[in-house]
């Protein structure tokens, strides 16, 4: 039964970074095979990955925000966040934190948090 919740300010002037928390309850994000996942939605876009943190502490990054993104993770916490360096108003989305997890019948992103909308404007 794990839940996942976004929560972060909704809007962002341009150059200044963005800050998302994903607060999980029902499970432990240490838990084996499980990588913990930030997604977003923009129009025109469809859901693009941004990366994830994995239940050993590494990371990976999409090529379309890698230097900008950073993922981290606080296990006394159960969290983890989601830090986007520059922004723009490209990076205008619904911002998703979900987990991914590896199983022998097949690997899927299983849960999901409601998103949180963040605008970049000027």
């Known amino acids: 039964q794990v839940q996942l919740q976004e929560s972060g300010p909704g809007l962002m002037k341009p150059s200044q970074t963005l800050s998302l928390s994903c607060i999980v309850s029902?499970?432990?994000?240490?838990?084996?095979?499980?990588?913990w996942s930030w997604i977003r939605q923009s129009p025109g876009k469809g859901l693009e990955w941004m990366g994830h943190?994995?239940?050993?502490?590494?990371?990976n990054y999409s090529p379309s925000v890698k230097g900008r993104t950073s993922i981290f993770r606080d296990t006394s916490k159960n969290q983890f966040s989601l830090q986007l360096t520059s922004v723009t108003p490209e990076d205008t989305a619904v911002y998703y934190c979900?987990?991914?997890?590896?199983?022998?019948?097949?690997?899927?992103?299983?849960?999901w948090g409601q998103g949180t909308q963040v605008t970049v404007s000027s």
């Open positions: 943190i994995s239940y050993d502490g590494s990371t």
């Open positions: 029902g499970g432990s994000i240490t838990t084996t095979y499980s990588h």
């Open positions: 979900a987990r991914y997890e590896i199983r022998a019948l097949g690997s899927q992103y299983d849960s």
